[in-house]
Nanobody, 116 residues
């Protein structure tokens, strides 16, 4: 079992920056992919950015070049550095982790608001 806790959400003006942090506990040695998804009001949950245990990353087209996903040295932490934020980035951001058995874990979510 893996438990994920996010932090770092909040209200930020357009063009501003924010960093989200997700810390995993439990069976973290089994984790392969970690990353972030988001769900806007009335929308579906969508991929933002993920990072694989060996380093490759994948980004949504809408955030490419503005957001950076990274993992901490202990491999049980994942960050999302968000720059040049736009109102359309407003959403609840969820940390996600997938282990080598393809079990998927989710955090509770953290709200990011970028007013228009």
């Amino acid at each position: 079992q893996v438990y994920l806790v996010e932090s770092g959400g909040g209200l930020v003006e357009p063009g501003g920056s924010l960093t989200l942090t997700c810390t995993a506990s439990g069976s973290t040695a089994s984790l392969n992919v970690m990353g972030w998804y988001r769900q806007a009001p009335g929308g579906q949950r969508e991929l933002v950015a993920v990072i694989f245990s060996r380093g490759p990353t994948k980004y949504a087209n809408s955030v490419e070049g503005r957001f950076t996903v990274s993992r901490g040295n202990a491999e049980n932490t994942v960050y999302l550095q968000m720059n040049s934020l736009k109102p359309e980035d407003t959403a609840v951001y969820y940390c996600s982790a997938t282990d080598f058995a393809r079990e998927v874990y989710w955090g509770q979510g953290t709200q990011v608001i970028v007013p228009s």
